[in-house]
């Protein structure tokens, strides 16, 4: 394909995916990038070694539920360590036997500035140990980036979570894409290429048509 044909494909794409809304899987959410089949959001920390802090509202059994489930993710992903304070100046702090609407069991929240998460709080239902466990896995992935899966056997999965699941191979794909990536935000990505293809487009035209007209139709 020559590039006066190609230019206008670019135009195409770049214009559905500038115009691709954000995607929220909460506050502080932006547009979400695809990994595997898992979403991951295009915001994320800029250190590995996170803190986290329980409020007083998780019991005894909730703190081994929580601490397990950091500790789950650390195997699944060594990139991130965590450690627990007794500070509640921290990058995650989370809340037990928290009440919610309808089904809800767990919700997420960050604070992002300049694309970069600084601060999460995740609230917990009052649940089952085993299934707190499970579910706060899953917040913890949000809490690192990932947005939902449409999978039912990711734990990132968006509807009731199989109890005992642990982070899949897509999660870590996802979570491995998002970490070995720039953050920058493909809308942007995408303006730059239309902003460059119009006036390269116009000006390969008009030198085409120039090259025509000189041309003799006959020898």
Not at 138 to 154: F, K, M, N, Q, R
Not at 179 to 195: C, F, Q, S, W
Request: net charge positive; charged share 15%; with cysteine.
């Amino acid at each position: 394909m020559r590039l006066a044909k190609a230019i206008p494909v670019v135009l195409i794409i770049a214009a559905v995916v500038g115009s691709v809304p954000s995607v929220n899987a909460g506050p502080g959410s932006s547009f979400k990038w695809m990994a595997g089949g898992v979403l991951h959001i295009g915001y994320k920390w800029d250190h590995a070694n996170l803190s986290y802090w329980l409020n007083s509202s998780c019991d005894e059994a909730d703190s081994v539920a929580i601490d397990s489930a950091f500790e789950v993710w650390h195997q699944a992903f060594p990139y991130f360590t965590f450690y627990r304070t007794q500070s509640a100046n921290v990058d995650v702090g989370i809340f037990c036997k928290a009440r919610f609407a309808g089904d809800m069991v767990g919700l997420t929240q960050r604070v992002v500035k300049a694309g970069i998460i600084e601060h999460v709080q995740i609230f917990l239902a009052d649940m089952p140990v085993k299934k707190l466990m499970t579910v706060c896995m899953h917040e913890i992935g949000h809490a690192l980036g990932l947005g939902h899966s449409v999978d039912p056997t990711d734990l990132m999965y968006y509807g009731i979570i199989k109890i005992g699941l642990t982070p899949s191979s897509k999660d870590i794909q996802s979570l491995n894409v998002l970490y070995e990536t720039p953050n920058t935000d493909v809308r942007i990505i995408a303006g730059v290429l239309a902003a460059l293809a119009v006036p390269i487009w116009i000006a390969l035209n008009r030198v085409k048509s120039k090259r025509t007209t000189g041309k003799r139709l006959c020898e």
